[in-house]
Nanobody
Framework: VQLQASGGGLVQAGGSLRLSCATS????????MGWFRQAPGKEREFVAA????????YYKESVKGRFGISRDNAKNRVYLQLNSLEAEDTAVYYC??????????????????WGQGTLVTVSS
């Protein structure tokens, strides 16, 4: 399964970025795509997830209203729009595919495939 993330970079607090993940098309039995992040010195944490076929979404509470996950079925891509960025959002962001078919909060054990990560640095 291909998971190729891109779009990270350096941005000032309050700014925006859009992360992109090229993926092989999810199946009916493995429809959940998502994003995790890992800040320096911290564990990886769930950020957002999307059901590929219903387009429903689920977010970590602290990013609701600031981040938006979406997918492009024609291009086989998942996006994470990052708005109103804060210094605390600095992290490596990973595109993932869940091993399950139910949308909801994920932890690392729910992830079947990890992408290579893209670094987002927010300067204050």
């Amino acid at each position: 399964v291909q998971l190729q993330a891109s779009g990270g970079g350096l941005v000032q607090a309050g700014g925006s970025l859009r992360l992109s993940c090229a993926t092989s098309r999810p199946t009916v039995s493995r429809p959940i795509m998502g994003w995790f992040r890992q800040a320096p010195g911290k564990e990886r944490e769930f950020v957002a997830a999307i059901h590929w076929w219903t387009d429903t979404t689920y977010y970590k509470e602290s990013v609701k209203g600031r981040f938006g996950i979406s997918r492009d079925n024609a291009k086989n891509r998942v996006y994470l729009q990052l708005n109103s960025l804060e210094a605390e959002d600095t992290a490596v962001y990973y595109c993932v595919r869940s091993r399950w078919s139910i949308l909801g909060r994920m932890d690392s054990t729910d992830v079947q495939y990890w992408g290579q990560g893209t670094l987002v640095t927010v300067s204050s």
